[in-house]
């Protein structure tokens, strides 16, 4: 089956018909809709299938427990109203290059997998990558059930709701010392590569970044009878604090976004009670995230302190600096370079966290990146051209030929 065939009957899971965005949140119906394509798509290869104690979907060609695998994926789920390319790409480039090297006749030294990792965006809990946090033993069994959602559903819950047994969560290190080599293709969330010209690149590093969360807790009153002089208005230090989040941020090179925010009681005709906004901030090293997050903390207690407002602020996830496997990323741009019959590739860093980034503690972890033309991502915008994710294809092919065929 053609790159083509299989983007086409992956396009429409999932997909909101209003907004043309994707909401393929974990453990839901358009969750398990992936998960049924994936499983398709596997048992049309006649790969051996598996879902791991922690919901990560697996497709193996040669026996798992030989060791030293080569796996290859991504993620299937979405941010709310996400793109098209964020995680599936990696997937459907994934198949289409075990197409290709099958067609090219090649004998594999080496077994190899393909796997969806579940809940990456983190959209549903809050928390990203949660399937391959789990699986390397960064996020613990405890931590994993005390998760929930908008509505008040707990992860347990919600695996139940769609037939997985939450009672197996939990660190998977035999599964993780199979994997020799684990190898992410991914579209670039931003424009470096559409700059230099080159429609596919390999990554350095992925800088360190988290969530915070802001609670800015005043007092309920009347919108229309309270005196401006006497509300506690917590919507003020919320509203000021986003911009000295940005200022903080452009100052230092690095970036800080309030994306998400809650109200109570959320009425168009009362000054809020509470109002609390999800921070996320990245930059190029963990001082410069450490001194820009510190300088938002400090605004917010400023701005909250002067309207009489309470504030509290909790970090809810942190992944510190990730610096691929030097060797494996070098491999990468030796073969995507056939020994100097092709310019050598990019290498660039990105601010977007990954699978890949959480492995990489646990086994040797490599990116390759495809070209997005505009750099929008997280967006019904996102976008790639069909020639770039085919060149992606094409590299990934490669890249897997050199690991596990020869």
């Known amino acids: 089956m053609s790159f083509h065939q299989m983007w086409g009957e992956l396009a429409p899971l999932g997909r909101d018909p209003r907004t043309g965005g994707y909401r393929r949140f974990a453990w839901t119906g358009a969750d398990a809709e992936c998960r049924a394509w994936f499983r398709e798509q596997a048992g049309r290869r006649g790969l051996a299938q598996e879902t791991d104690r922690n919901g990560n979907q697996w497709a193996w060609l040669g026996d798992p427990t030989r060791g030293d695998a080569v796996v ?53 809990f809050g928390l990203a990558c949660v399937g391959s946090r789990l699986a390397a033993g960064r996020l613990t069994r405890a931590e994993a059930f005390a998760l929930t959602d908008a509505e008040g559903t707990t992860l347990p819950a919600a695996m139940e709701a769609a037939g997985y047994d939450p009672e197996t969560l939990g660190p998977d290190p035999e599964r993780l ?8 293709l991914h579209v670039e969330q931003g424009r470096a590569l559409d700059l230099t010209g080159d429609p596919v690149g390999v990554a350095s590093a992925i800088w360190p970044h988290g969530r915070w969360r802001f609670d800015f807790r005043g007092e309920a009153n009347h919108a229309g009878t309270t005196r401006i002089e006497d509300r506690r208005d917590p919507m003020l230090p919320y509203a000021e604090t986003v911009l000295a989040a940005r200022r903080a941020a452009r100052l230092a090179g690095a970036v800080a976004t309030f994306g998400k925010v809650a109200v109570a009681p959320n009425g168009v005709n009362a000054v809020p009670s509470l109002v609390q906004g999800w921070l996320d901030s990245r930059a190029t090293d963990q001082p410069t995230l450490d001194r820009v997050v510190a300088e938002i903390e400090r605004a917010a207690h400023e701005h909250a302190g002067r309207h009489g407002v309470d504030l509290a602020v909790a970090r809810e996830s942190f992944t510190p600096v990730v ?45 390759l990146f495809v070209r997005n033309p505009t750099g929008v991502s997280h967006s019904p915008a996102e976008r790639a051209t069909e020639d770039d994710c085919l060149a992606g294809v094409a590299a990934l092919t490669d890249v897997l030929e050199g690991l596990a065929c020869r």
């Not at 979405?78 to 480039?93: E, K, M, Q, T, W």
């Not at 100097?340 to 086994?363: E, F």
Request: hydrophobic share 40%.
């Open 177 to 184: 010392a199979r994997i020799g080599a684990f190898v992410e």
């Open 72 to 124: 290859t994926g991504s993620h299937l789920d979405s941010v709310p109203d996400g793109g098209a390319f964020d995680g599936p790409l990696g997937i459907v480039s994934a198949f289409a290059a075990l197409d290709e090297l099958r067609g090219r006749g090649v004998e594999f030294r080496r077994p190899l997998a393909i796997v969806n990792f579940g809940d990456e965006e983190g959209a549903r």
């Open 323 to 367: 610096e691929f496997a030097h060797a494996l990323r070098d491999e990468l741009g030796r073969l995507l370079t056939r020994c100097g019959s092709r310019p050598p590739v990019p290498v660039l860093g990105t601010g977007a966290g990954h699978d890949a980034g959480i492995l990489s503690g646990s086994v040797p972890t490599a990116m």
